[in-house]
């Protein structure tokens, strides 16, 4: 009998490992495998049973429930076939076709699941054709900023240099999101791959994954993936007989939020401060170390193997409007069922949220949701409406960002939410630039006058030119964006920025990591 | 005369001839490409408010006030960070922009001290000017918010504070620190609003910091300040001059309230260093006003008598008077003089003139020959004259950098910026060195190869590398057939097998792999340049050194362009300039031998005196002569022989000989201690005139108060000359510049007026090259075809022995200056308390030494005491120390042996034995009644 049970950090902080153990355990003819998730978190630790009609899932399981199971007595936890949960069923899962099926760290399971098709059509292809190929599936960087990832490949292509990089972002800290770090536990030879054809496509020969500090199991399982990608010929010399080299790396980041930002990214890389570049010049031309470099974010590059396996109007063929393809999003928050759902551009953010989400865990109203991490806009309960789409959320002063979801139910201070932003900026401000450096902090203390009620109408005029000078004036997305959950706190909630005597300062101020 | 304030453009300079036209409100402005948007309105008259930006730095973008609309373009991009595209049209002044710079001031101002009234920075922090520029009116925020106001001032430095409360963390002074002084001392600590400029976590003396100044001059604020404006207000004016320490002869604004110098500035558009200083040119000029100063004349008969203190007709008359004694009772070569390269080209012109046309003798010699003498021997006799081949930009295109027998982070600082700038950018670079500077590993910069040789092996290496040139097939063969002469002959020479990397292993402590891999990298590794200092030349063999890296080069064509070239670093302010001027015994200016009889006739009719032809004494020579009788007067003019001549018991047995000896000097130094006549010299904040070089580049000197003596050194000379019968008549130096001018070809277009016009210029300077001449040999060597020199290695005789097991090699650290006359009367001694005997840590443990142990250390011909400094930068049997402190006498132990063919010093080989010390020896005991008294055996 063959028994997946996750090795995902969600699903082991839930108990995954002593559910393993105790199939282990429980004698002869049980193989457990140590899957990825699923990604319904709600639901781990996830056991799924391999039958002849299938994988039966079981969950959220307890060591306790292991006889059961195995005796396949266990009716209670038995949700049926997983890939015909209707969570499962609604995606369409091409990052993520794998996590959750597969062990992460068997290269056979990876190439009797499709792995690697992707790299080996690449290499029979002319650089500048598969650089065409990612600009024609209309894919774009799921980092956050959209930038056609085609476009940004073609720059580094055209870039004369010796030496080119791929560094993969993969310092996941926007509240609320969690894919790259169930991407990189789940399957990273995606990973590898996408960026083995990213390096081939640019002409690159070395790359780094620039993986948070917080992320200490996907760092050692990516290791090990890299290890054996290069005992397979995956990585190194003459990949799969092309003729192409190409090395790669893992460098730990080191608690700087900051750093996920592309240029402080790279002077991290580079054994630096992690601090803000200005662009121009851009890391495709002057990039790691003053070479052109792509860098993209993992769910970037994880998408890339699909489009070459299966063709670039494939790709195309989903999302809507320029929006081409899936994205992953991420449930957190307050949420009856949280974790991630791949699927095509164009589904509202009220299906999301409430029908595949099922409302708040609380179950008392939704009346915000914050969608693009901590720099995204909140968007009211009455503007769920919005399909999830680069351009329609743009309109609405709102963002994608990296699909974090963080629903917040109707006891929410929003006053205290601005303060948050404020305060979150100011804590994680990189500090070279005066907006961000000083103006975040000013920010805080000028929605504490206005809760005051100290000349609240000054203030919040104060409040009002800040947030454009942060805006207009910022070296980076960091302080440019900071104003997006302030002002859309100030426009959809006005009510809660009349004075009082005190605010609940204790009550969020630890809310900043929900993933 | 008011204040310079150069116009600060913002962003540097972009190369390249490509050029782009914008529109900047409405003004069209043409640009080189590369340009920032920010520079290009600076050039049409347009100055976008700025904090972060200045053009000695690369933009940061982090004030975000230099905002401007840019049509076409969304949004409001920082015009430091733009660069200028075709066709652009720049908005630098619109309501949007006027409101978001008003914003970031508000910003600043809610976090800054309010004290402007009473602030050191008052009239000249670019804070207080863009917050009238931008129109601040209110700070909304209040100023009761978060804040750094009580941050602690850090007054470590002797000369500079850091009040952390009145920074605006624009990093103007990290980046400094790091892009132009290349030390990376500073950085900032934290993040966001807590992000705070620190020196590593340390106060400023006790980190990394070297004291440059580069970060006090790029803050924009009160925050990095000079202690001297703190103590006496805002200069008024300014005069731009040239520093007289080093050779690198960098530009400074004196900057004066009055007649009171407030600091010293460096300009930017001075040609050696652009902008840049180093803790010598920077702070440490407040010797010329130290009380130990003399500015009377002095006599007396006997140096047993006390000086007795006299007017400037009186010690002028006296001084004549005894020289023609002297001559009449001994001949007229018993007397002579010694020119100094401290003093100004006119000084050390007149001098010289003095000594041959009214001693009537060419008994001249000059400080040059301790030290750069077998610079101009090699060089003449390779290329066809006595000058580096390249100006210090050069290093900037430079591939692979050799350095030998030089530590230029030390002893030309900032020189040394300019080249570690090339080596972060990725030249290679190879050091040649026995002991392990610090160029070999530093901040972002680390050498190919290190070749620890043994002291006094120079040529062996030498060899050994133009061996593997040869014999690899690496010779530059278009360039030797068609610029040089002699390749045969040397080829054959160098290509004998006892030339090789493997047979010279043994002499010279090289690895054979490691020296054919860094003669393969010199040979094929693009433009490479050589830079040397005093490691070469002063040897026996120095001499023969130059002219084996002049080989060198020439046989990998590395000579005549830019990037390349065979380069000494020259020791003194003016080495160069009075090696120029006809210092040398045997040459008059511009190297002229005396000898050649129609060079004498242009100097005889201009000096209607005879000059006779052959050459007079050398400083060795004088010396001897002086011991045995027939040498009885000497003129000395700022040069402490005392202290820097070898063998300081030989030199004090020639000075007790003297019938008459003058000392012209800022202060009694060792020598003019034994003196007869005190003439008081001149600092260079008085004089007026030019210095050269080591890149041959002419300098002003001008003088920012009158001469605190009462008189020119110039002045001095021609009255002594007169009063032995000689009128020599100036109206001022620029008429001596004129005839100097007159006399010498490769000057022949120099002028005072040109020089004010130009800034400066590197001679050759006339009508071929009427603005001078960077870069030399470009189409043809000086001598015609360059000339190959065999250069066969002879050891030296000063070899280890069982009673001086060690070899001992002296060189300068970067705080203190030569003999320290300057220096040490400076806050300069806060890093440089006293000399210090490196010591290998296997040679410190043998002899029972620790770290900061009184060490002794003798020689065959003298002993001193300092303290040990147990280190591994030194190899195994090498000890080093400086020669900064007279108490220490460094010189005690250095040896009478000398370059073969200039009799140049062997300062960096003398056999030595260390031992542990409990007591200093009764030299030093006896050091304040008396200058070091000399041992007996």
Redesign the interface.
Same mark, same amino acid.
């Given at each position: 009998m063959t028994v997946y049970v996750p090795r995902d950090s969600a699903a082991c902080s839930v108990g995954a490992d002593e559910v393993a153990a105790a199939f282990e355990a429980s004698g002869a003819g049980v193989r457990v495998v140590r899957n990825g998730s699923r990604g319904m978190l709600w639901l781990e630790p996830l056991v799924e049973v391999v039958t002849d009609a299938g994988r039966i899932g079981y969950g959220p399981v307890t060591p306790a429930d292991v006889p059961s199971i195995l005796d396949g007595t266990n009716q209670e936890l038995s949700l049926g076939l997983v890939e015909e949960l209707p969570w499962m069923a609604a995606q369409n899962r091409l990052c993520f076709k794998r996590v959750g099926v597969t062990d992460p760290l068997s290269a056979d399971d990876y190439l009797s699941h499709g792995g690697m098709e992707g790299l080996r059509k690449a290499i029979t292809l002319a650089p500048a054709d598969v650089v065409a190929q990612v600009t024609e599936s209309g894919l774009r960087g799921r980092g956050g900023a959209g930038f056609p990832a085609g476009i940004k490949w073609k720059t580094v292509l055209d870039t004369p240099g010796e030496l080119k990089f791929v560094c993969c972002n993969a310092d996941e800290g926007d509240s609320g999101t969690f894919a790259d770090r169930m991407l990189i536990e789940g399957d990273p030879f995606c990973l590898i791959e996408g960026m083995t054809i990213a390096a081939y496509a640019t002409g690159a020969t070395e790359g780094y994954i620039y993986l948070r500090s917080e992320y200490p199991d996907a760092g050692r399982t990516l290791k090990q993936a890299i290890e054996i990608a290069y005992a397979r010929g995956w990585l190194g010399q003459n990949i799969l007989g092309s003729g192409h080299t190409f090395d790669l790396f893992v460098r730990m980041g080191a608690g700087?939020y900051?750093c996920g930002e592309e240029t402080s990214m790279l002077d991290s890389l580079e054994g630096k401060?992690g601090?803000v570049r200005? $662009? =121009?010049p851009i890391p495709a031309i002057t990039g790691l170390f003053g070479k052109p470099t792509v860098v993209n974010n993992v769910l970037t590059l994880a998408s890339v193997p699909a489009i070459l396996a299966d063709g670039a109007e494939a790709y195309a063929a989903l999302g809507m409007e320029r929006s081409r393809g899936t994205q992953v999003f991420q449930l957190a928050g307050n949420i009856a069922r949280g974790g991630v759902f791949e699927t095509a551009f164009g589904m509202s953010l009220a299906e999301l949220v409430n029908d595949f989400g099922g409302g708040t865990r609380s179950g008392r109203p939704v009346r915000a949701v914050q969608v693009g991490g901590p720099l995204g806009a909140y968007l009211p309960a009455d503007r769920l409406d919005l399909p999830l789409d680069y351009e329609a959320f743009a309109a609405a002063n709102a963002m994608l960002g990296h699909g974090g979801i963080v629903v917040f139910d109707d006891t929410v201070d929003m006053a205290a939410m601005a303060r948050f932003a404020m305060e979150f900026c100011?804590?994680?401000? +990189?500090? $070279? +630039?005066? =907006?961000?450096?000083?103006?975040?902090? /000013?920010g805080v203390?000028?929605i504490d006058k206005i809760v005051a009620g100290q000349d609240t109408d000054?203030n919040l005029a104060?409040l009002n *030119? #800040?947030c454009? #000078?942060m805006t *207009?004036?910022?070296?980076c997305a960091m302080g440019g964006l900071t104003p997006n959950p302030v002002l859309s706190a100030l426009k959809h909630f006005p009510d809660d920025f009349t004075p009082r005597t005190a605010l609940p300062i204790a009550a969020v101020s630890h809310q900043e990591k929900t993933s | 005369m008011s204040l310079i304030k150069e116009h600060d453009l913002g962003t540097p300079a972009q190369p390249g001839e490509a050029t782009i036209t914008v529109e900047v409100d409405g003004h069209p402005v043409t640009v080189p490409e590369g340009t920032s948007v920010m520079r290009a309105a600076a050039l049409s008259g347009i100055d976008i408010p700025k904090l972060c930006a200045t053009d000695s730095l690369e933009?940061?973008? %982090?004030? /975000?006030?230099c905002?401007v609309e840019i049509d076409g373009r969304k949004?409001?991009p920082?015009s430091?960070?733009? =660069?200028v595209a075709p066709g652009m049209k720049v908005r630098t002044q619109t309501p949007?922009l006027e $409101?978001?710079r008003q914003?970031?001031m508000e #910003?600043?101002i %809610? *976090?800054h001290p309010l004290d402007c009234l009473t602030c050191s920075a008052n009239g000249d922090c670019e804070l207080q000017d863009m917050s009238g520029v931008v129109g601040l009116r209110q700070v /909304?925020?209040g100023y009761e918010?978060?804040n750094h106001l009580d941050l602690l001032t850090d007054e470590s430095n002797p000369y500079f504070n850091f009040e952390a409360s009145k920074c605006i963390?624009c990093?103007r002074c990290v980046r400094a620190c790091g892009e132009i002084q290349g030390t990376f001392a500073l950085?900032?600590e934290? /993040?966001?609003?807590?992000?705070k400029v620190s020196a590593g976590g340390v106060d400023f003396m006790n980190s990394e910091c070297v004291s440059c100044g580069a970060c006090v001059q790029a803050c924009p604020t009160a925050t990095l300040q000079e202690k001297s404006v703190v103590d006496l207000g805002m200069p008024t004016r300014s005069v731009v001059t040239t520093c007289a320490y080093c050779g690198v002869g960098c530009s400074f604004k004196a900057e004066l309230r009055g007649d009171e110098l407030v600091r010293m500035v460096p300009y930017k558009d001075g040609g050696a260093n652009e902008g840049h200083s180093c803790v010598k040119g920077r702070f440490a000029f407040g010797y010329a006003t130290h009380p130990d100063r003399k500015l009377e004349p002095m006599i007396r008969e006997s140096i047993q008598d006390e000086w007795q203190v006299v007017d400037w007709e009186t010690a002028i008359t006296y001084t004549a008077r005894k020289l023609r004694e002297v001559q009449e009772k001994y001949g007229q070569g018993s007397i002579g003089g010694i020119t100094s390269s401290r003093t100004t080209n006119e000084e050390v012109y007149v001098v010289q003139k003095m000594i041959r046309a009214a001693f009537g003798n060419n008994n001249v010699d000059t400080c040059a020959r301790v030290c750069h003498s077998p610079t101009g021997y090699g060089l003449k006799q390779t290329f066809g004259t006595s000058a580096g081949t390249q100006d210090f930009k050069s290093v900037a295109a430079a591939d692979v950098i050799v350095v030998i027998g030089a530590n230029p982070t030390d002893a030309h600082p900032v020189f040394a910026s300019r080249m570690k700038k090339r080596l972060r950018e990725g030249a290679k670079l190879i050091v040649v060195d026995p002991r392990r500077i610090d160029l070999v590993r530093s901040p972002h910069v680390e050498a190919q190869h290190h070749l620890k040789l043994q002291p006094g092996t120079n040529v062996a290496v030498v060899n050994a590398f133009a061996h593997v040139v040869v014999t690899e097939g690496l010779v530059a063969d278009d360039f030797v057939a068609e610029r040089c002469e002699g390749y045969e002959d040397w080829a054959e020479f160098i290509a004998r097998p006892e030339n090789s990397p493997e047979a010279t292993e043994s002499i010279t402590g090289v690895p054979a792999a490691e020296l054919r891999a860094a003669a393969r990298l010199y040979a094929t590794g693009g433009n490479a340049a050589i830079y040397y200092g005093l490691g070469v030349t002063e040897h026996s063999q120095g001499s023969t050194m130059v002219i084996g890296m002049a080989n060198l080069a020439m046989a990998t064509g590395n000579i005549g362009r830019d990037g390349v070239g065979v380069n000494p670093l020259r020791g003194q302010n003016n080495v160069q300039g009075s090696c120029d001027m006809g210092s040398f015994p045997h040459e008059l200016s511009g190297y002229r031998h005396v000898a050649d009889d129609a060079v004498r006739e242009t100097f005889e009719a201009v000096w209607g005196r005879p000059v006779l032809p052959e050459p007079g004494l050398r400083i060795p020579n004088m010396f001897d002569a002086a011991i045995d009788g027939s040498f009885k007067a000497l003129f000395v003019q700022g040069e402490d022989i005392a202290q820097s001549d070898p063998n300081t018991k030989h030199v004090f047995a020639a000075l007790e000989s003297l019938d008459l000896l003058v000392v012209q000097d800022l202060f009694i130094n060792e020598t003019a201690k034994m003196a007869h006549v005190f003439l008081p010299g001149t600092s260079f904040l008085e004089k007026d005139g030019t210095f050269t070089n080591a890149e041959r580049r002419i300098n002003r000197v001008r003088p920012v108060m009158a001469p605190k003596t009462g008189k020119h050194e110039w002045q001095v000379a021609c009255e002594i000359a007169e009063a032995m019968g000689y009128p020599m008549k100036y109206g001022n130096p620029s008429e001596i510049m004129d005839e100097i001018a007159a006399l010498t070809p490769t000057f022949a277009g120099v002028s005072f007026d040109k020089l004010d016009k130009l800034g400066s210029v590197q001679w050759p300077c006339n009508d071929n090259a009427p603005e001078g001449t960077p870069i030399m040999h470009v189409d043809g060597f000086v001598r015609g075809k360059g000339h190959f020199v065999p250069t066969t290695f002879v050891p030296t005789d000063e070899r280890s022995t069982r009673k001086y097991p060690l070899i001992l090699t002296t060189g300068r650290i970067l705080s203190q200056y030569n003999v320290g006359a300057q220096t040490r009367r400076t806050a300069n001694v806060a890093w440089h308390p006293e000399d210090l005997l490196e010591i290998h840590p296997h040679d410190a443990e043998v002899r029972g030494i620790n770290d900061g142990d009184m060490v002794s250390l003798a020689s065959r011909v003298g002993e001193t005491t300092l303290r040990a400094m147990v280190s591994d930068r030194m190899p195994v049997g090498v000890v080093y120390t400086t020669f900064h402190h007279p108490i220490t006498g460094a010189n005690v132990v250095t040896t009478e042996n000398s370059d073969w063919a200039t009799n140049c010093p062997e300062y960096k080989v003398t056999a030595v034995q260390v031992g542990l010390k409990t007591q200093a020896v009764p030299t030093q005991e006896a050091h304040e009644e008396r200058p070091i008294t000399v041992l007996t055996d």
């Open positions: 700087a900051i401060r601090m200005a $662009k =121009p100011a804590e994680e401000s +990189c500090g $070279k +630039c005066t =907006p961000c450096r000083v103006g975040s902090v /000013r203390e000028t000054t104060l *030119d #800040l454009e #000078l *207009d004036g910022s070296l | 933009a940061f973008g %982090s004030c /975000r006030l905002l949004g409001t920082a430091c960070t733009t =660069p949007r $409101k978001l914003g970031v #910003l600043y %809610s *976090d /909304r925020y918010g978060e963390a990093s950085t900032i934290g /993040r966001g609003f807590e992000s």
